[in-house]
């Protein structure tokens, strides 16, 4: 590629504006940040802001959200065929036993990446591979993509009968909704939890503690299973995972699959006890989108630009993100649990 044309490929003929809110401050704890932090939302979607601040108000008057990043992985699965369905089933043994040859590889081509897990699938003689690695403070799909690029040359290379398929084979699986993500989880899993007091509960969210868990149950988990919902059951993560995404410099499309998760409620000794689990938070620090003036501003707001981070800081902001999408989850049940108070606000902030 020619200088000229990359730089043509690259330059902005134009720069479109999305109203940004700061939204807090919230108060979190637990092993992935002990902190108060206010966090931007760019949305179109103005109702979002009080929306959020109310949950937030609950958090804060409930002792803060207590954040768990349950695992960090990005991926990329590439296809490979083998001449016959016996000859796909003996590499696949092959390729399942070399973890340590290809963490080698993985370390070669990268000094951030990180091998984790390799897992495989063979349709007839196709051989799908789906490489994990830690991609420390970058969202990681570049490093990922580039880390199973050396993984497939190292096979081809070893095996003359082996023939490339393609770099991206779908069993990753890159902004799409699927099942092996909300298993084994893309970028980061997280899960964030606050337990409210009835006083709490009916002062903000004018709901009781069971109004709120009988919502959740007849709507987020029986209305998901009625729409056929994959490992699915939330009420609008996506709205605040979007609304953060832009307002960071994250790939938006990763929302898609950041939609996916589970929100659980429960009434424990007269409080309520409210949880979500968001399984593929896809966020970086750094890397293309973060060197843009008001990502830097906003990221270094957040905390999130410490030296020396290793990976802390991405870790961070997907915790920021989780405790948000929580308080948004928790304000909505609370509109929705009372009649006409949705439509109502919406046409109170947008009109």
Known sequence: MTKTLK???????????????WVGPLQFRGPVLQDSVSIPLATFETPLWPSVERGMRVANQSGGVMVIVEQESMTRSFAVEAVSLERAAIL??????????FA??????SRYAKLLRIDTEIISKIIYVRVAINSADASGHNMTTKSAEAIINYLLAKFSDLKYLTISANYCADKK?????GILGRGRSCLAEILVSRKICEKYLRATP???CELNTKKNLLGSILAGSI??????YANILLAAYLATGQDAANIVEGSQGITFAEVQAEQLLFSVKIPNIIVGT???????DFVQKNLEKMGCLQANSNGENSKRLAGIIAGAVLCGELSLLGAIANPGELMKSHLMLER
């Open 177 to 181: 909704v699927s099942a092996v993500n």
């Open 104 to 109: 080698k590889v993985v370390a070669a081509e």
């Open 210 to 212: 069971e109004a709120i």
């Open 7 to 21: 730089n043509r490929l690259v330059s902005t003929e134009a720069t479109i504006s999305v109203p940004m809110k």
């Open 286 to 292: 750094v890397g293309n989108g973060k060197g843009l």
């Open 92 to 101: 696949q043994a092959i390729i399942n036993n070399s973890f340590a040859d």
């Open 231 to 236: 490992r699915s059951a939330n009420a609008h």
